[in-house]
């Protein structure tokens, strides 16, 4: 299993944080900028839709790589990265939130809600831990 090619797996998480760059550089500027700003807010949660994507993309590519029982559930290859110790409990938990919030708040301009900010701001440390977890792991595979 040594000689697993983690291509896909990179690819998926370069552009994760491709779509993660401007919602972090808006979430940086502040609330009060945040809150003054529909356009850039409906954009950076599209954005997030698009990251959720590539975060389920990476998940299910590693599980294919590593030749870890793949699950049927698009969601649930987090929970298969938690079980083999990839991300802590709580990084899992915190991207299946995201992901729910992103599905489930598609058709009503989520972009409009209360509190987006704060979920933007955990959004992306959230999914910036992703990275650095999976890469960690990846680092680690085969020694």
């Known amino acids: 299993m040594a000689t697993a090619d983690f291509a896909q797996v990179l690819d998926e998480l370069d552009a994760l944080e491709s779509e993660l760059d401007p919602i972090r550089l808006l979430v940086d500027e502040g609330e009060e900028t945040f809150g ?9 949660f599209r954005q997030l839709e698009l990251a959720v994507r590539h975060t389920l993309g990476s998940a299910r590519a590693l599980i294919e790589q590593t030749q870890w029982e793949a699950p049927e559930e698009e969601l649930e290859v ?23 919030f992103t599905i489930h708040e598609l058709d009503e301009h989520a972009w409009e809600s209360d ?4 979920r933007m701001a955990k959004s992306v440390d959230t999914l910036s831990d992703y990275i650095e977890y999976v890469n960690h792991f990846l680092k680690g595979w085969g020694e």
């Open 115 to 118: 509190g987006l900010y704060d």
């Open 78 to 100: 987090i929970d298969v990265l938690v079980e083999e110790d990839v991300v802590p409990e709580r990084v899992g938990a915190d991207i299946l939130e995201i992901a729910e």
């Open 36 to 44: 003054h700003a529909p356009t850039a807010r409906e954009s950076a």
